[in-house]
């Protein structure tokens, strides 16, 4: 069975590819496994979701953009500002370790319906056996091009 990706926008069949090779092999990769800084210059956008304790709504993600990881002082941005971002996708792919591809529609301010692919990635916590507790998610989420 071919992954769900390969009918998303070519820019998450990208990340979705490089996410697959640091998974070499495994359910999904660590978090310590991704080279982040590289990840930031090839796809801008990109999102890490860190599951905070009581992960259960969309408050308890911190949303951070990876360009801004180095930044340590960074308290993460406002969830509220994410709140297009559907958190059954978190929560999906948190649950089965798999990524997850959504497309989302929302209204634009100025009346234009709007079409997103969303892709979640899981990212495993350090020392877990087979890394199967997930620490953190990347998220993507692109715009399609009309009648897409």
Same mark, same amino acid.
């Given at each position: 069975?071919? +992954? ?10 990208? &990340? ?5 090779? =640091? ?17 930031? @210059?090839? *796809? ?6 860190? &599951?905070? +304790?009581?992960? @259960? ?11 801004? $990881?180095?930044?340590?002082? !960074? ?6 500002? *994410?709140? !297009?971002? +559907?958190?059954?996708?978190? !929560? ?11 497309? !989302?529609? $929302? ?5 234009? $319906? ?5 892709? =979640? $990635? ?7 056996? @087979?890394? =199967? ?16």
């Amino acid at each position: 069975m071919a +992954p769900t990706w390969l009918d998303a926008a070519p820019e998450i069949q990208g &990340l979705c590819e490089v996410w697959d090779q =640091f998974r070499a092999g495994r359910t999904m990769p660590r978090r310590a496994d991704i080279d982040l800084v590289g990840l930031a @210059e090839a *796809f801008s956008g990109v999102l890490l979701a860190e &599951l905070l +304790p009581d992960g @259960e709504q969309a408050a308890n993600y911190r949303y951070l953009p990876i360009d801004a $990881l180095d930044d340590r002082g !960074h308290a993460g941005l406002d969830p509220a500002l *994410f709140q !297009h971002i +559907p958190v059954r996708g978190c !929560h999906a792919a948190s649950a089965t370790g798999a990524p997850y591809l959504e497309r !989302h529609s $929302l209204l634009s301010g100025d009346g234009v $319906l709007l079409d997103y692919d969303i892709v =979640f $990635l899981p990212l495993a916590a350090a020392g877990g056996s @087979e890394g =199967f507790v997930v620490e953190a998610l990347l998220i993507l989420a692109l715009e399609l091009p009309p009648g897409a």
